[in-house]
């Protein structure tokens, strides 16, 4: 790496001139040495995309002190396993075992793809594996914000770029999305008002990202609101928001299956095709449910759906080995627990998933009574910092925003305890950066 880091060293420390990512990961601060310049640019865009920019201190631990560096075979070597999921999903097959373990609804199929995917890495010196994926992941719009933020005060980062496109252009790709989702099920008909649905939104903590969606949407001529799900209405065959035909849900909810009476209205305007709801409850079975996390890293069940070769090895090096727990396999699961992750299936956000090595006989009662996966430990990457009140590494991971194979943002996420959090001074997103044109960064 010695030509990137001469290209762009006035602004290094000694311990910065290295050779490897891992090395500048440890040792690298140079692009946020001046920490007032990220947060009066973070600040100065968060205000002109009508955000307030108290956000920053409302949200004091939204935005990493640092940014990760990925070298560019970790880039793709992701990109990789990505196109090697959708491949296995688009089969029959796939999609047959998948959906006997889902909810009925995930049997409707409206047209569209379900929207932006989350596929959360952890990246290392030996490779990357692929831990779990998400719908409706969170974070791609504040990434943005920041990786601008980060570019713009940081002359220190002229040679790298960022992973896998620069982030002016990402505002546009997201707004992409949402067109092509419309098109699967509406055709050539205009889009003209879009709704951002949660539980009490402004209670969220990522409500700020629903205001930069409404903005970008604005942008495009395309009208658009924040609201609750109990506040939809279906009249005339339409679904409705107060005065406002509603042509398209922009679903944040974390009911997967619209399975509570909160959210009959949504969920029987999705089924009448009355709206574009996406993500849907088809995408989150197809991709979201832990329990499909055994079939894609199984070799004997890929061979049954028809897939190359190649594609079951991208997949078996890119997954850690994860399996049902059952009470036939609880035993040998709680003696090896201490090598294993426990994740509920439906679950989102880390909530009730345990390391092996922290569970005590109760929970672990709870795990067993559950639907849970045992998926193999796998250490997630580390980012060094420097700061006071910071601890001095944090964990990270490593998230490639996608739609229909194609990654649109890769960001990560730096934090400390067992899973991700937003409670970590010096920790939550971070930009990655990853070599520049002709340049290369070793990845060992």
Same mark, same amino acid.
């Given at each position: 790496?010695?030509d990137?880091?001469?290209?762009r !060293?006035?602004g290094?420390?000694?311990d %910065?001139?290295a050779t !490897?990512?891992?090395?500048?990961?440890?040792? %690298?601060?140079?692009l946020?040495?001046d920490?007032?310049?990220?947060r009066?640019?973070?600040?100065?865009?968060?205000?002109?995309?009508?955000?307030?920019?108290?956000?920053?201190?409302? #949200?004091?631990?939204l935005?990493?002190?640092?940014?990760?560096?990925? !070298?560019?075979?970790?880039?793709?070597?992701?990109?990789?396993?990505i196109?090697?999921?959708e491949?296995?999903?688009a089969?029959?097959?796939?999609?047959?075992?998948?959906?006997?373990?889902?909810p009925?609804i995930? &049997?409707?199929?409206? +047209?569209?793809?379900g +929207?932006?995917?989350g596929?959360d890495f952890?990246?290392?010196?030996?490779?990357t594996?692929?831990i779990?994926?998400?719908?409706n992941?969170?974070?791609?719009?504040l990434?943005?914000?920041?990786?601008?933020?980060q570019?713009? %005060? %940081?002359a220190?980062?002229?040679?790298?770029?960022?992973? *896998?496109?620069? *982030?002016d252009a990402?505002?546009? !790709?997201?707004?992409?999305?949402?067109?092509?989702?419309w098109?699967l099920?509406?055709?050539?008909?205009?889009?003209?008002?879009?709704?951002?649905?949660?539980?009490?939104?402004?209670? /969220?903590?990522?409500?700020?990202?629903?205001?930069?969606?409404? /903005?970008?949407?604005?942008? #495009?001529?395309?009208?658009?609101i924040?609201?609750?799900?109990?506040?939809?209405?279906?009249?005339?065959?339409r679904?409705w928001?107060?005065?406002q035909p509603?042509?398209?849900?922009y679903?944040?909810?974390?009911?997967f299956a619209?399975?509570? =009476?909160?959210?009959a209205?949504?969920?029987?305007?999705?089924?009448? &095709?009355e709206?574009?709801v996406s993500?849907? *409850?088809?995408?989150?079975?197809?991709?979201?449910?832990?329990?499909n996390?055994?079939?894609?890293?199984?070799?004997?069940?890929l &061979?049954?759906?028809?897939?190359s070769?190649e594609?079951?090895?991208?997949?078996?090096?890119?997954?850690?080995?994860?399996?049902?727990?059952?009470?036939?396999n609880?035993?040998?699961?709680?003696?090896?627990?201490? /090598?294993?992750?426990?994740?509920?299936?439906?679950?989102?956000g880390?909530?009730?998933?345990?390391?092996g090595?922290?569970l005590?006989?109760?929970?672990?009662?709870?795990?067993?009574?559950?639907?849970?996966?045992?998926?193999?430990?796998?250490?997630?990457g580390? &980012?060094?910092?420097a700061?006071?009140?910071?601890p001095?590494?944090?964990?990270?991971?490593?998230?490639?925003?996608?739609?229909? +194979?194609?990654?649109?943002?890769?960001?990560a996420?730096?934090? /400390?305890?067992?899973?991700?959090?937003f409670r970590? =001074?010096?920790?939550?997103?971070?930009?990655?950066f990853?070599e520049?044109?002709?340049?290369?960064?070793?990845?060992?």
């Amino acid at each position: 790496m010695t030509d990137l880091i001469e290209d762009r !060293s006035k602004g290094c420390d000694k311990d %910065c001139q290295a050779t !490897s990512i891992d090395a500048l990961n440890r040792a %690298c601060h140079c692009l946020t040495l001046d920490e007032s310049a990220l947060r009066r640019h973070l600040e100065a865009d968060l205000d002109e995309r009508g955000l307030s920019h108290a956000m920053v201190d409302t #949200h004091p631990h939204l935005f990493a002190s640092v940014p990760m560096f990925v !070298s560019r075979d970790h880039v793709l070597q992701m990109a990789r396993v990505i196109e090697a999921v959708e491949t296995v999903v688009a089969t029959p097959v796939y999609r047959r075992a998948a959906l006997a373990w889902a909810p009925e609804i995930a &049997r409707f199929d409206a +047209g569209p793809l379900g +929207g932006l995917l989350g596929y959360d890495f952890h990246a290392r010196v030996m490779g990357t594996r692929l831990i779990e994926i998400n719908t409706n992941p969170g974070g791609a719009l504040l990434n943005a914000v920041l990786a601008r933020a980060q570019r713009t %005060c %940081c002359a220190d980062a002229t040679g790298l770029a960022m992973a *896998p496109v620069e *982030p002016d252009a990402v505002e546009q !790709s997201l707004f992409d999305v949402f067109v092509a989702e419309w098109r699967l099920q509406s055709g050539a008909e205009p889009l003209r008002c879009v709704a951002i649905v949660d539980e009490h939104p402004e209670q /969220q903590y990522l409500y700020p990202e629903f205001l930069l969606f409404r /903005q970008l949407l604005m942008r #495009h001529n395309v009208a658009a609101i924040i609201c609750d799900p109990r506040d939809l209405v279906r009249k005339d065959g339409r679904l409705w928001h107060e005065d406002q035909p509603i042509d398209f849900v922009y679903n944040r909810l974390t009911d997967f299956a619209l399975e509570l =009476p909160a959210h009959a209205t949504l969920k029987a305007a999705y089924l009448s &095709r009355e709206a574009v709801v996406s993500p849907h *409850p088809r995408a989150h079975a197809l991709y979201a449910d832990k329990r499909n996390l055994t079939l894609l890293c199984d070799a004997a069940f890929l &061979r049954t759906t028809g897939v190359s070769g190649e594609v079951i090895s991208v997949l078996l090096g890119g997954i850690p080995r994860t399996e049902l727990v059952t009470r036939e396999n609880r035993d040998a699961l709680w003696a090896n627990r201490r /090598q294993l992750f426990f994740k509920p299936a439906a679950g989102y956000g880390s909530r009730a998933a345990y390391r092996g090595d922290k569970l005590t006989r109760r929970v672990w009662e709870e795990i067993v009574a559950g639907t849970y996966v045992a998926q193999a430990l796998v250490a997630a990457g580390e &980012r060094h910092v420097a700061g006071e009140n910071t601890p001095a590494v944090l964990k990270v991971d490593v998230r490639n925003y996608a739609y229909a +194979g194609e990654v649109k943002l890769v960001a990560a996420r730096l934090y /400390q305890g067992q899973t991700t959090n937003f409670r970590t =001074p010096g920790g939550g997103f971070a930009p990655v950066f990853t070599e520049g044109e002709g340049m290369r960064i070793e990845s060992s």
